[in-house]
Each structure stands twice: as C-alpha cells, then as structure tokens.
C-alpha cells in the first residue's frame, strides 16, 4: 500500500495513479491520517468490442410464431 500526503496526490495525482497495478491500494493523507484510499480497477482497461462476432448466432421467429396453436382450436370459436 502506498500512501501520499494530500499536497503530493493534488500535485502528482495523474502519476500516482498510473504507477498502480490491478488491485493496487493508494492512500492520501492529511496531517499523517488516512483522508482516502483509492484502489486501482482489476480491469481498467476494458478490450475493445469488435463488431460482427456474432453474426449468424441469432435465429429469428418463425413465420407462424403468433398463428394459434393445434391444442386450443376448441376455445377459438
């Protein structure tokens, strides 16, 4: 864990927090007690999505999709 007076993270805080790993804990004090603690995201970086890549895995409905079913004929008068 690392920890920081306020005045070093308001002047440094853009190094500070890319400096940190995945999990990474940053505390920021004021007067040597703990104001924040900051923790770095485990996926910061999210992957980018590519489009297409699931082309062809979605079916549609049938045609007959809203047609009545066989089994309520009798109830369809």
């Known amino acids: ?3 920081v007076s306020i005045e070093e993270a308001q002047e ?3 190094e ?3 400096q940190l790993n995945p999990g990474d804990e ?3 004090t004021e007067d040597d007690r703990p ?3 900051i923790v770095a995201a485990k996926h910061a970086r999210s992957e980018r ?3 297409g890549v699931l082309k062809g ?3 549609f409905m049938a045609d007959d999709f809203d047609a009545p079913l066989d089994d309520f004929k ?3 008068k």
């Open 1 to 3: 864990m690392t920890s």
């Open 12 to 14: 440094r805080l853009p």
């Open 16 to 18: 500070l927090l890319h």
């Open 26 to 28: 940053l505390t920021i």
């Open 35 to 37: 104001l924040a603690k």
């Open 49 to 51: 999505r590519l489009s």
């Open 57 to 59: 895995s979605v079916r």
């Open 74 to 76: 009798d109830y369809m």
